[in-house]
């Protein structure tokens, strides 16, 4: 443990953002999960919620930090074919 105060208080800072940005990145696969059975079962509607959903939530990550820009792009891209695909083959 640090004994420095703002080493202290930096380390308890560095936690908070680290919650934070796995809090984030964890939506992320959630709602990834979520695209992915929604297409797989054929429902558009739910589909098309869950993407705009999941596309959301990367743009504020991105937005925070808590991903990187080309990290996000990718994300989105993925997020993209999948539900195209999805819907050609329903």
């Not at 308890?12 to 079962?41: C, P, Q, W």
């Amino acid at each position: 443990m640090a004994n420095i105060h703002s080493q202290k208080k930096r380390i308890l800072r560095s936690e908070r953002e680290r919650l934070e940005n796995r809090h984030y990145t964890s939506a992320i696969r959630t709602y990834f999960r979520r695209l992915e059975a929604a297409v797989a079962a054929g429902d558009d509607p739910t589909a098309d919620t869950e993407h705009k959903q999941l596309v959301s939530t990367i743009d504020k990550a991105v937005k925070r930090g808590a991903l990187h820009r080309n990290n996000g792009a990718r994300k989105k891209s993925r997020a993209s074919r999948m539900r195209t695909s999805g819907s050609a083959s329903a």
